[in-house]
T-cell receptor, first 111, second 113 residues
Framework: GENVEQHPSTLSVQEGDSAVIKCTYS??????FPWYKQELGKRPQLIID?????GEKKDQRIAVTLNKTAKHFSLHITETQPEDSAVYFC??????????FGQGTELSVKP | DTAVSQTPKYLVTQMGNDKSIKCEQN?????MYWYKQDSKKFLKIMFS???????INETVPNRFSPKSPDKAHLNLHINSLELGDSAVYFC????????????FGPGTRLTVT
């Protein structure tokens, strides 16, 4: 069945360092891969996404890469700041909008 | 203006009761969803509706019944609440089935005692 694996489950970095979170998906028909950031007690917020016809997308300090052959996609955050601390979720979806989420990564950025 | 809103924000109730959570979106979207986030933060889809029609119905106990009176509203009714129903329930919406970007409501924290 559909499955998304996300690693690591926790990640601690120093302010200014880079952070990388990796996901793999099982259904090769998946064509849309969003990343959500969830602060404590808040809603998941869409921060960046990528479609299956694109290999990389960047938005300021965040970037996402997709390897369709390996069914991997990754979130890269550069120059991390304390306000980047949150739980990050990757997801994959087919047409019809059924998002399958990864297990989440708790990112802690230490000042 | 709040794009996707839910009421109530917190809900504490006893086992066996029936409760409802309401969701409204003012984005003009056609598609709405319900997700459950458990104590380990895992997010799982429960239902989706497109223009008031049920599209996705995951393996959810039939004690859970979604209702969409119009495409701007998707409510969730839960009968005979159980301890295991305690979770945060998120509503979300997207433009339509072909536009996958989903925007989440603030969540409803349900505690069953």
């Amino acid at each position: 069945g559909e499955n998304v694996e996300q690693h690591p489950s926790t990640l601690s970095v120093q302010e200014g360092d880079s952070a990388v979170i990796k996901c793999t998906y099982s259904d090769s028909a998946s064509n849309y891969f969003p990343w959500y950031k969830q602060e404590l007690g808040k809603r998941p917020q869409l921060i960046i996404d990528i479609r299956s016809n694109v290999g990389e997308k960047k938005d300021q300090r965040i970037a996402v890469t997709l390897n369709k052959t390996a069914k991997h996609f990754s979130l890269h955050i550069t120059e991390t700041q304390p306000e980047d601390s949150a739980v990050y979720f990757c997801a994959a979806t087919l047409l019809g909008g059924k998002l399958i989420f990864g297990q989440g990564t708790e990112l802690s950025v230490k000042p | 203006d709040t794009a996707v809103s839910q009421t109530p924000k917190y809900l504490v109730t006893q086992m066996g009761n029936d409760k409802s959570i309401k969701c409204e979106q003012n984005l003009g979207h056609d598609t709405m969803y319900w997700y459950k986030q458990d104590s380990k933060k895992f997010l799982k889809i429960m239902f989706s509706y497109n223009n008031k029609e049920l599209i996705i119905n995951e393996t959810v106990p039939n004690r859970f019944s979604p209702k969409s009176p119009d495409k701007a509203h998707l409510n969730l009714h839960i009968n005979s609440l159980e301890l295991g129903d305690s979770a945060v329930y998120f509503c979300a919406s997207s433009q339509d089935l072909a536009t996958p970007e989903q925007y989440f409501g603030p969540g409803t924290r349900l505690t069953v005692t």
